[in-house]
């Protein structure tokens, strides 16, 4: 029986592949290798938890047998109505938890982020059969709906778009770079580990004519890397799947960390942890508990996640120039005594309004954040708490505030902060959505910030023209804009005030931001002693 095509082009056609599994009937056919020959790559790389998508599956037994050995949570599409109804009956008994759907893999139903893999085992040489434009476009579709339903770095705009790869090339230095995504679920030991596993892949990707004994640099993004451990992970029916993990830093102290899976290289909130908390006595508490020693013996008590912060510390660079941000107000050495209205819109682990509540004792603060698990996420593990002078109200920042600027009586806020992440990783722009900074609502925003007050706000965006458009719109409500870049990170934070007279000269910021720290400092208040306000003002430019 011949089964082969007449031309390559048939590869591409649905009419050829269901005479193929109708004349091949129910006989497995195992394109490029079977589960024996595959299996060693397969198991290294993919959990048994970990959710499959195998796309234009056939009649490979492939699916199968990786359902056999514990991988049960694998959802199979094809585009040959005949073979799904084939494998639908050859498993619906012996497999019952794996599925088979007839589906286009250029248009998938699924939703975004829906997988952890993504297995093809030939389908994507079914689609390439030539060079045409037609069929690479079909190959992108194809590609473009891969990395939609992982769940993984490949969907974010630095990634996934082509200006944003352009840009990574750009601020590596090369020409040519390989991107590899490191799976959270692996432990990584160091950076020479990982090299080590990849030269010599890497080296068969290498331009013709390059010497052997090329050193090819390994770079890194994020913070997969080195000891972390996972204190806690959950669903939020907003935000998706999340972690709280403890981390070790370069000085050896320990960091948690929130992370949300759907972005996972953005830490959402930090917060060190205190010494006398670290990761061994922790270890150690679970050992001597292994003990059974008495009940009542005090070492056996695990100290709860939310006393172990050092709320002191800010962590976060952004967050520090926010605060430094406060210089801008009206006589700053007064702060301490001055009663102070805040609107903090993006809670995470709290660590930004709770550091204003704890060092500006007459502030009253509202925070808004959109997402309830994160309240629960913030008082549990970060070591927030509400009290008199610090409400958290669940609600669209959006709507809170358009609320608040069409009610009879506006509040005046002498500062408002906003540090809201987006949802939609493709976006050339993570912080804030696009509806934060859009003309409309930004004068809302005014409406309800005091006439000498500041407006602050977390900017992250790689997209160098949306980024031109952002500062044009907040000027065109704010004459008064300051631009201060964090290094070594793509966030910018923005002080935007109303009014142009009051513009400052960098010494006058400095002085400003002296005159606060020195209040700040005064013993007794538990002031970070590697946290210099002026420090933060420093390259603070106007727009």
Not at 28 to 43: K, S
Not at 164 to 181: D, H, P
Not at 238 to 247: A, F, N, Q, R, T
Not at 465 to 476: E, I, M, P, T
Request: hydrophobic fraction near 40%.
């Amino acid at each position: 029986m011949n089964l082969l095509p007449k031309s390559s082009k048939e590869f591409g056609s649905v009419d050829y592949w269901e005479k193929f599994f109708q004349q091949r009937g129910k006989k497995a056919f195992e394109w490029y290798g079977t589960y024996l020959e595959l299996c060693g790559v397969l198991h290294k790389y993919i959990k048994p938890r970990e959710k499959v998508l195998v796309i234009g599956c056939g009649n490979s037994e492939l699916s199968e047998q990786l359902y056999d050995v514990g991988y049960q949570d694998i959802v199979n599409i094809d585009i040959s109505e005949v073979v799904i109804k084939q494998m639908k009956e050859r498993n619906s008994s012996r497999r019952p938890h794996m599925s088979f759907l007839k589906m286009d893999m250029t248009e998938m139903e699924f939703p975004d982020a829906s997988f952890q893999v993504v297995l093809d085992k030939g389908t994507l040489d079914a689609v390439l059969t030539d060079e045409e434009e037609k069929t690479l476009q079909q190959v992108d579709r194809m590609l473009a709906e891969v990395g939609r339903v992982l769940q993984g770095r490949e969907t974010e705009w630095l990634f996934g778009m082509e200006d944003g790869r352009k840009q990574l090339a750009a601020s590596a230095g090369f020409r040519r770079l390989v991107t590899v995504a490191l799976h959270r679920g692996q432990q990584y030991e160091g950076m020479d580990s990982i090299q080590a596993e990849l030269s010599t892949r890497v080296m068969e990707l290498a331009p013709a004519g390059m010497p052997a004994q090329q050193q090819v640099p390994f770079l890194s993004v994020g913070g997969d890397i080195g000891v972390r451990t996972v204190q806690h992970q959950d669903c939020s029916p907003l935000s998706g799947d999340y972690v709280i993990e403890d981390v070790q830093g370069g000085d050896k102290r320990y960091f948690r960390r929130l992370i949300f899976l759907s972005n996972r290289n953005v830490v959402q909130s930090e917060a060190r942890l205190l010494k006398d908390v670290s990761h061994r006595a922790q270890k150690k508490r679970k050992k001597d508990r292994k003990k059974q020693r008495p009940a009542d013996t005090p070492e056996d008590l695990p100290a709860a996640p939310g006393q172990s912060i050092d709320k002191s510390y800010l962590c976060c660079e952004h967050h520090k120039a926010m605060i430094a941000g406060l210089a801008l107000l009206k006589n700053p050495e007064l702060l301490l005594e001055t009663p102070l209205a805040l609107l903090v819109v993006g809670l995470g682990g709290g660590s930004l309004p709770l550091f204003v509540h704890d060092h500006f004792p007459r502030s009253c603060i509202d925070a808004v954040e959109i997402d309830s698990s994160m309240l629960g996420v913030a008082t549990q593990w970060f070591g927030f708490s509400q009290s008199n002078r610090m409400k958290v109200h669940i609600a669209d920042g959006l709507d809170y505030i358009t609320s608040l600027a069409g009610g009879e009586a506006q509040p005046h806020y002498d500062v408002i902060m906003f540090d809201v992440d987006s949802k939609d990783p493709t976006l050339g722009m993570s912080c804030p959505p696009p509806a934060f900074v859009e003309q409309p609502f930004l004068q809302k925003v005014k409406s309800i910030l005091a006439p000498e007050g500041v407006f602050i706000l977390n900017l992250v965006c790689r997209d160098s023209g949306l980024k031109d458009s952002v500062l044009g719109g907040l000027k065109a409500v704010f004459p008064l804009l300051y631009v201060r870049r964090i290094e070594g990170e793509v966030n910018e934070v923005l002080f935007c005030q109303l009014h142009p007279e009051q513009t400052l000269a960098t010494p006058q910021l400095l002085e400003m931001a002296q005159a606060l720290e020195q209040t700040l400092r005064k013993p007794g208040r538990g002031w970070d002693d590697t946290y210099v306000l002026s420090d933060m003002l420093k390259t603070v430019k106007i727009v």
